[in-house]
């Protein structure tokens, strides 16, 4: 990997967090303790575009720093780790069935899909020691409905990216 190509990945990278952070925060409807928001989405489409490592930092952060200027800075941790690690996985899995004849849409369904588990299971288990086992079950519904409307967006933007294919070419080749 030559200088262009980190660069390019940084700048990419600074580019997806920005989204995530402004999509969280642009509509966000309050639940009982966190809110559901537009952000998944491009949690992740980073994990697709930038890989598992540049993909889940771009998430982590991007998602972390929203919970911080939404005042919700005690989740900012776990947020950071959850989408971390979503990203992270969508990125593997991409990857790992990006040159299968399965058409483009149902590649990122199914990668947006297990990083949506993700997401969903990380928060529960944080909410167990937060909160205890009733108030985790209590946030469980809207965290799918979040990680539901993170993938049908991510897959409907997908093939909308005009700039997916030079992304893909060139961050992607690790």
Known sequence: MNINSKTLKLVYGALFAALTTVAT???????????????????????????????????????????????????????????FLAAFVIGHVFKMIKNKNLKPFIKVSLADFLGAVVIVLSYFVFEIFYEGFYAAALEILPNVLQVVSGIIISSALYSLIPVKIQINREVNQN
């Not at 598992?52 to 939404?70: E, K, Q, R």
């Open 25 to 83: 925060m642009f509509i966000h409807l309050p639940t009982l303790k966190g809110y559901v928001h537009l952000g998944d989405a491009f949690v992740m489409l980073s994990g697709i575009f930038l890989g598992p490592l540049y993909g889940g930092l771009s998430a982590g952060i991007g998602s972390m720093l929203s919970d911080v200027l939404l005042g919700y800075t005690a989740f900012a941790p776990i947020t950071f780790i959850a989408k």
